[in-house]
């Protein structure tokens, strides 16, 4: 199945996705299951995230998350920050080697909790409803990486984050009662605005500015459902804009791919970080 064909199905997407793996009665329980403890995974990873300030092992990272999340809510937007700080949380977790969903890569993993269980926790809704929009992220990740690469050293950050993003839109989409159309066109809108992104990591460790990166493209993701939902859509075909975004991570150079050897990390302070991590 690709996008565009998603995108025309009258089922639930979520169901649309089930129904392509083919799977027998029993399968798809054990699937289900597997989803609701790959869920609880996300939400021990925030809780754990938001609750430490315990410094990676650079020292770059480690306290973002809790300090945003107890921060005055000055904006009077306590969705923005808690999407934010749910994605930190995880991302972070990463950062300190604990125990995350790579949801697709551990570098982007925190987008899909962060948008998804973020947007829930905001409304009050309970877990068994997020149950499958992660079969439909599960889903769109999978399309997307048949069709170009979902890893930072092949294809830039726009590869993980920007699938990343187009899982978690989808999901928040379906969440919110999106249709099969809608939850593609939102994960088509959020994967057509991170081409080009580069992965730039300072000296090569996923900490930045990846734990940032993904508190932005969650709230990316987010903005990706809503538009959808007011029923915007992509002028581009969604499998289009999967071919446009591998054809310009072929295009990016090695510097920019997760090489620490361009963009921020290539800065002199970027430089200067690199250098005294290799003497630890």
């Not at 809780?47 to 809790?66: D, F, H, I, Q, Y």
């Not at 000055?74 to 923005?80: E, G, I, V």
Request: hydrophobic fraction near 45%; charge should be negative.
């Amino acid at each position: 199945m690709t996008l565009n064909e998603l995108a025309e199905v009258s089922l639930r997407a979520s169901e649309a996705v089930l129904q392509d793996e083919a799977l027998s009665g029993d399968e798809r329980r054990q699937l289900l299951a597997k989803m609701s403890e790959r869920l609880q995974q996300m939400r021990d990873s925030i809780a754990r995230g938001l609750a430490s300030s315990e410094p990676s092992r650079t020292g770059m990272v480690g306290w973002n998350a809790k300090m945003l999340w107890h921060a005055p809510d000055l904006l009077q937007a306590p969705l923005l920050k808690r999407v934010q700080a749910y994605a930190m949380a995880v991302n972070e977790e990463n950062a300190r080697m604990g125990k995350i969903v790579a949801a697709p890569t551990a570098g982007s993993a925190g987008t899909l909790p962060g948008a998804l269980i973020g947007v829930a926790d905001h409304l009050g809704l309970d877990d068994d409803a997020l149950v499958l929009p992660l079969v439909l992220a599960a889903g769109v990740g999978k399309i997307i990486s048949q069709q170009m690469f979902i890893a930072g050293s092949s294809g830039g950050c726009q590869a993980e984050i920007g699938s990343s993003a187009a899982m978690a839109a989808a999901a928040v989409c379906e969440l919110l009662g999106g249709n099969a159309r809608q939850a593609v066109h939102a994960a088509t809108m959020a994967l057509m605005n991170t081409i080009g992104l580069v992965c730039d990591p300072v000296g090569g460790y996923v900490e930045v500015p990846c734990v940032s990166r993904n508190a932005f493209y969650s709230v990316h993701a987010v903005s990706s459902a809503q538009l959808a939902l007011a029923g915007l859509e992509s002028v581009i075909p969604p499998d289009e804009v999967v071919s446009a975004m591998a054809s310009v991570g072929r295009l990016l150079p090695p510097e920019l791919r997760e090489t620490g050897e361009g963009g921020i990390a290539d800065t002199p302070t970027g430089r200067l970080i690199a250098l005294k991590m290799a003497k630890v």
